[in-house]
């Protein structure tokens, strides 16, 4: 995007809250990828006359959680209503969301960018309900038809609105990653975009740089992963940017992104709230959150992430990469603080070294593994100890790690088992040195006749004979001595 030029972005965030049942039935929320279609189906998520949405408290308490992590005020009486328009994925002809009464507003979430730390101010955050999911296909002989998945119908959504706060893509890209690892240590969803319980709509504008006004946005509907949120918001910025150039003016209109063509193509002038004709959901009181409630949810909003990573770097003294990879999936941070807290002389960078390097080394992914892996922080602060005391170099600790993460067997077992402890006995690996050399006499021969290189070859060997448990240093001041 050309320079004399300011970008203004405002993303709503559609994020899923997974509860065990929808937001206004007794429905199972199930795995969109994984359910056959429509079988967790109901009348009131299918819309059938004369049925009554039931509030699911549970959604409402997740609702809490992110809103309270995001530092919003919380509406003690917040309203729903029906957002009218008929489309076919939406079985009712209405949605219920919250319009005018949001259950919280004004919030913050500070993200990290390669400037320094951001301020996204949060505009609302509210509840609704998901819309069913449509698939169109297109057959070879040229016929069209969509499929319809009532499954999606229902399961509670949260929508989370931000300011225009973001002006590059990398502002764009530390939100959503900011948002994502947030609704995951809240425990309310997944994160996973490929099965779509996170989406985007971007709202992108620009203006000449110094002008105080912001430009006219468009809206880009259904951006379901971090690739196709980006190609469309980098997309839009060129065009709107080549647009006010040549003197033209960017339309208020709602976008869609096209997969193939990697464009944006218009779908309608951008609809008016009056277009929903909104009223309030006359099937439902008004929903009151009380102080208990915001305390029950507030009990189970852990340390936010943003402020985990600065006490990673204040406290630690780790570098903005290991507080990054460490920070980033609560149970690693939490796997990091209980590793810290059981080795006998702890420190950070032995305990950032090891889960970064062998422990993610030996996982297949660093997500969903943590709470999986075998090793628990107490057997790795015992492995860790017998390096710090070195008692066992670091190659045999990484391949004791890996069995460790194999088996589920103690450090201290393999070690005693496999009799891996390292030889630092004197006399004993003097023995075994002199053995060494006892054993090839031509090599001693030619080293003492100036081979010198094959000082490395004996050093080999001897390691080979204590299966790499010999002291290194006392194998060096004794081949010497030899020598
Ligand atoms: P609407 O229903 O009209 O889309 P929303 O409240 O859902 O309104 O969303 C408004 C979004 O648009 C917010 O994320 C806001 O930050 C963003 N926005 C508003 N004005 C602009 C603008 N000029 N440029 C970019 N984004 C904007
Ligand atoms: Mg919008
Ligand atoms: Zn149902």
């Known amino acids: 995007m050309k320079s004399s030029y300011t970008a203004d972005i405002g ?232 647009l006010l150039e040549s003197g033209g003016t960017v339309a208020q209109e709602t976008l869609g992104w096209d997969e193939t063509e990697e464009v944006t193509l218009s779908q309608r002038s951008k609809e008016e709230a009056h277009d929903y004709r909104y009223f309030p959901e006359p099937d439902l009181p008004p929903l009151v959150i009380s102080k208990e409630q915001i305390e029950s949810a507030r009990a189970q909003v852990p340390e936010r992430p943003d402020r985990r990573y600065r006490r990673f770097v204040t406290d630690f003294g780790l570098d903005a990469y290991q507080a990054e990879l460490l920070t980033k999936e609560k149970a690693v941070a939490d796997y990091f603080e209980a590793l810290l807290t059981e080795m006998d002389q702890p420190d950070p960078q032995i305990a950032a070294n090891w889960i970064l390097g062998e422990l993610f080394g030996v996982m297949h992914t660093h997500e969903d593994m943590m709470h999986k892996v075998k090793i628990s922080p107490t057997d790795l602060a015992v492995l860790l100890t017998f390096v710090q005391q070195e008692r066992i170099n670091s190659a045999t600790a990484k391949s004791i790690l890996a069995t460790m993460y194999e088996t589920g067997s103690k450090p201290q077992d393999i070690i005693r088992d496999k009799g891996l402890e390292k030889i630092s006995d004197r006399e004993k690996l003097k023995g075994i040195v002199r053995d060494v050399l006892a054993a090839h006499p031509q090599e001693v021969k030619a080293y003492r006749e100036g081979k010198s290189t094959l000082y490395q070859w004996f050093f080999g060997q001897v390691m080979r004979a204590t299966n790499g448990r010999a002291d290194p240093a006392l194998v060096g001041e004794f081949l010497k001595e030899e020598l």
């Open 11 to 242: 993303l709503e965030v559609h994020a899923e809250l997974q509860t065990q049942s929808k937001m206004f039935c007794a429905c199972p929320v199930v795995d969109l990828t994984e359910a056959a279609p429509n079988t967790a189906v109901c009348p009131v998520c299918a819309g059938m006359p004369g049925t009554l949405p039931v509030v699911n408290a549970r959604a409402v308490d997740y609702a809490l959680r992110v809103a309270l992590a995001l530092e919003c005020d919380i509406a003690e009486t917040s309203q729903f209503a029906r957002k009218n328009y008929f489309y076919p994925d939406l079985p009712k002809g209405y949605q219920i969301s919250q319009y005018e009464l949001p259950l919280a507003e004004r919030g913050i979430l500070p993200v990290r960018t390669d400037q320094g730390w951001l301020d996204i101010r949060i505009r609302r955050v509210h509840l609704e309900e998901d819309t069913g999911k449509l698939t169109h296909v297109q057959e070879r002989n040229g016929e069209t038809y969509s499929l319809i998945d009532l499954n999606r119908a229902g399961i509670p959504l949260l929508e989370i609105v931000s300011e225009p706060d973001m002006h590059t893509i990398e502002q764009v890209r530390a939100y959503t990653h900011g948002l994502r690892s947030l609704l995951r240590y809240l425990n309310v969803n997944s994160g996973d975009l490929e099965k779509g319980v996170i989406r985007f709509e971007a709202n992108v504008s620009v203006r000449p740089k110094g002008c105080e006004k912001l430009g006219t946005r468009v809206e880009i509907k259904n951006l379901n992963s971090f690739r196709t949120m980006t190609a469309a918001i980098t997309y839009e910025l060129e065009r709107q940017t080549a």
